[in-house]
């Protein structure tokens, strides 16, 4: 009855003849991806292009560890920066992360390993996001708790293995990180369930050391709990999950997919519109996610969990579940 621990991969397993054998230098400094699961697992793999093999198959059947939270660009011997609570990026060596092969179904990353494993973080912060440390990737936007939205100018990455990319205020942390484009609009989520739809283009790139500008209107004591991303074209879902902030995660609540559509653009440093309507016994949203249909959910053990269909009542109650998502993200 004891689950299985050791991850088995298809595919040949190279033969470790030497330390010369698998010196860095011998791997070829191909494009990649690198990838991180809400189950902290981290993993690389090859760009299609790049002899990847088959693409991932969005309805193919899921497995565990596969609700990826971030991705980002990165080449094999380069490098790529993991952004945390405290506004800092760490990098990290791409080739000690685990290669996944090629896969013709959705992308697991039970083959990867646990990120804590090659990076060190101070008390209290937790990892937030991936960046790509590529010359002319996407810029980074960042958003904060205390409702602060800010974009990250296009910077050759310094030398040393960390570095601050905002200046926080007293007690406030990073929520949420993402690669944006101008023609992008970003979408704050608050605890209170409001949200506030924006271009990015109304957000001015700045550098390393600013503190970014006002994001989103909050009400007194709410907090931003998550930022989103959607590209033009995209199709956003809003994803809602309300409790009573007295209970524990897993005594009730209810959970809601909104069609994204239903949610008006307005400016950037308003208030939002309301995402979700609390019923009796619930003021809070525990979690909230902003992403694209068809979306993966998934368990805090990384079992998929199925999630209702979106819903185009953008004030509307949630429905009781019966399994919270601890975590939820576009297929990839």
């Not at 992308?107 to 937790?126: I, Q, Y």
């Not at 209702?308 to 019966?322: I, K, L, T, V, Y």
Request: one cysteine or more; glycine letters at 12%; proline letters at 8%.
């Amino acid at each position: 009855a004891t689950p299985r621990r050791t991850v088995l991969l298809e595919g040949p397993v190279p033969v470790r003849r030497s330390a010369a054998a698998v010196a860095p230098l011998e791997l070829s400094d191909d494009p990649c991806e690198v990838l991180l699961s809400s189950t902290g697992l981290i993993a690389r793999r090859a760009l299609p292009d790049a002899g990847a093999g088959v693409a991932s198959a969005p309805t193919a059947p899921r497995g565990t560890h596969d609700v990826v939270v971030a991705r980002a660009g990165a080449t094999v011997r380069g490098y790529v920066g993991v952004v945390t609570s405290a506004g800092r990026v760490v990098r990290t060596h791409v080739q000690d992360l685990p290669s996944l092969p090629g896969t013709a179904g959705a992308v697991s990353l039970a083959g990867g390993a646990p990120l804590g494993a090659f990076l060190t973080l101070e008390r209290g912060e937790v990892v937030v996001g991936l960046t790509s440390l590529l010359p002319g990737a996407p810029t980074l936007a960042l958003a904060t708790a205390h409702g602060v939205i800010k974009r990250v100018t296009d910077e050759p990455a310094p030398t040393r293995d960390s570095w601050e990319v905002i200046r926080l205020a007293d007690k406030d942390e990073v929520v949420g990180a993402l690669p944006v484009a101008d023609e992008d609009e970003l979408i704050l989520l608050s605890d209170d369930a409001q949200l506030l739809r924006f271009p990015a283009s109304s957000v001015r790139p700045q550098g390393r050391a600013a503190g970014g500008m006002a994001g989103i209107k909050l009400a007194t004591g709410a907090r931003v709990i998550t930022l989103g991303v959607w590209s033009p074209g995209s199709t956003g879902v809003v994803v809602t999950l309300a409790s009573d902030s007295a209970a524990l995660l897993d005594a009730g609540g209810s959970l809601k997919v909104t069609h994204g559509s239903e949610f008006p653009g307005k400016g950037r440093a308003t208030g939002g519109v309301r995402a979700h309507r609390f019923l009796k016994g619930e003021d809070v949203l525990r979690r909230g996610w902003i992403t694209t249909w068809p979306a993966a959910a998934a368990s805090s053990s990384g079992e998929p969990i199925e999630l209702p269909e979106p819903d185009h009542r953008r004030d509307g109650s949630g429905a009781p579940f019966a399994n919270a998502p601890a975590a939820v993200s576009g297929r990839v």
